[in-house]
């Protein structure tokens, strides 16, 4: 956590000074002027000495880290949920006692149930109603249960959901929501996916109706079994058949028709920490064929022996390139 | 002025006296059902309390609303640490064997990730990328660039924002 220190705060203009300096020794090794100016820039000022010493101790921290292990724990995806959270626990915090009765009717007060997956994990719930969710990777949702309705609000990725009939005197709609829009389950299995600024919906069993979350002028659509569509919060895409990828990720497979390898590249990474980049040369490559997506090391591996594509890893495999072969 | 200072301070404790005794059994409650760990919960329960006693605020009107809203921060915060824990384990187990830290270096090296991880958090995911391929991969900014799929001016103009915000949090 971090606290406030004792020491006045600097002036932004020495910091950015200390920033453009540390650019450069990361860039490139000083020539001898170069050094000689750095050298008395430091000692210029106490408050360039001590912006120095930060920049020393923000060294010393990156510099005894061990590259491939920092690498894939820090570059985890960050969580703009979280960020906004903790904006409003500062906000609290600091609270002005009367402005907060008033700021806490504006917020949803629900303690939702939140259930979220890692990189590369896989996760089914089944809910109070009997309703059974699958999270594909790097998935988060909240549920909200209450007397009028069940509703999904799925934050970031992938759900499968499979919805059960509600069993309480009055049955209550099935809901999800994105930020694009609201689905309503008509009695159903269905593949939701949150691709800011786009939802993707598809169909495998019963209906789905859909509302945009900004379509006052665009009336609700409904989508049935075997057809997909994207929408975003004013406008509904196509309506096309679905494939055979769709849901292939519950059973821990990636399915390939004749897909791009731009797009399978694309699809794989979501399963897998750290970079995979396909060299715009064969980007429109076509492959088909069912990987493994739990272990996305041996897709590629399984990719090389078909196509003439080569992988290169760095970083403990933390970055991999494919070019062709 | 002191007076004033000191009459609200008093203020300030009472508030937080009758919140804790009122309502600290509730908020370790509803935080061990959540969370489903005794010690977890009661860490955090007074995490939530600590975080408010040292804040400013003199008047409450809905304690449990306001207790919710406060230890929902920090759990949001605690997952964050988790998730950073987890990664890094699953880092741990992926890496070649000579590459693994002793025991002892894979302590010192988790709480420097904590740190780092708190310095960046705010900062746009491919400012931080950008950032990271700099100063962990080793990467040239140019690299960076073709890596990002940006000009070698943004891959700098993120290097510096990166810069400064840990400038100005690093302690």
Not at chain 1, 233 to 250: C, H, I, M
Request: glycine share 6%; proline share 5%; hydrophobic share 40%.
């Amino acid at each position: 956590m971090l606290t406030r220190r004792a020491e006045p705060p600097l002036d932004p203009s020495i910091l950015e000074e200390a920033a453009d300096w540390l650019m450069r020794l990361s860039e490139h090794d000083l020539t001898d002027t170069e050094r000689a100016e750095w050298e008395c820039w430091k000692v210029s000022s106490p408050e360039r000495s001590r912006a120095w010493s930060r920049a020393q101790l923000l060294q010393s921290k990156f510099g005894g880290l061990p590259p491939a292990l920092a690498m894939s724990t820090l570059d985890r995806p960050s969580n703009p949920e979280r960020r906004a959270a903790l904006g409003k626990l500062a906000l609290l915090l600091a609270a002005v006692p009367t402005g907060w009765g008033t700021w806490k009717l504006a917020q949803s007060q629900q303690w939702s149930a939140d259930y979220h997956t890692a990189v590369g994990q896989r996760r089914e719930l089944t809910l109070a109603d009997g309703s059974r969710i699958t999270l594909n990777t790097d998935s988060a949702i909240d549920v909200l249960f209450d007397t009028r309705q069940r509703l999904i609000n799925l934050r970031a990725g992938e759900i499968l959901v499979q919805t059960a009939p509600d069993s309480s005197a009055q049955p209550r709609p099935f809901l999800v929501s994105t930020r694009e829009g609201r689905m309503q389950a008509l009695g159903t299995r269905f593949t939701v996916r949150e691709l800011e600024p786009r939802t993707q919906l598809a169909v495998l069993e019963g209906a789905v109706q859909v509302e945009l979350a900004d379509g006052r002028q665009t009336a609700p659509i409904i989508v049935n079994a075997g057809q997909r569509t994207d929408f975003s919060a004013q406008a509904f895409g196509q309506l096309n058949p679905t494939d055979s990828n769709v849901g292939a990720w519950t059973r821990g497979m990636l399915m390939a028709d004749k897909m791009r390898l731009a797009d399978f590249v694309s699809e794989l990474a979501r399963y897998r920490r750290g970079f995979v980049r396909c060299d715009p040369a064969i980007a429109d490559l076509r492959i088909s064929g069912a990987f493994p997506i739990s272990d996305t090391q041996r897709s590629l591996n399984m990719l090389v022996q078909t196509y003439p594509v080569l992988v290169t890893g760095h970083l403990s495999g933390y970055w991999v390139t494919l070019s062709a072969a | 002025m002191s007076e004033s200072l000191s009459a609200n301070n008093d203020n300030h404790l009472r508030v937080i006296e009758a919140l804790y005794s009122g309502h600290h059994g509730w908020l370790y409650a509803t935080l061990k059902k959540k969370l489903g760990n005794a010690m977890d919960a009661a860490d955090l329960a007074q995490d939530t309390f600590t975080r408010i006693l040292a804040s400013q605020v003199t008047a409450i009107e809905q304690p449990r609303a306001y207790l919710s809203c406060v230890a929902k921060g920090i759990l949001v915060n605690w997952y964050q640490r988790k998730a950073l824990e987890r990664a890094y384990l699953d880092a741990l187990a992926h890496l070649p064997a000579p590459e693994v830290p002793s025991p002892e270096l894979r302590f010192v090296v988790l709480e420097t990730l904590h740190e780092i991880d708190a310095m960046l958090d705010t900062l746009p995911p491919l400012v931080k990328r950008a950032f990271l391929l700099s100063q962990i991969g080793g990467l040239k900014y140019q690299d960076i660039a073709e890596q990002l799929d940006v000009s070698l001016i943004t891959v700098k103009r993120y290097m510096k924002q990166a810069f400064v915000q840990c400038l100005m949090l690093v302690e």
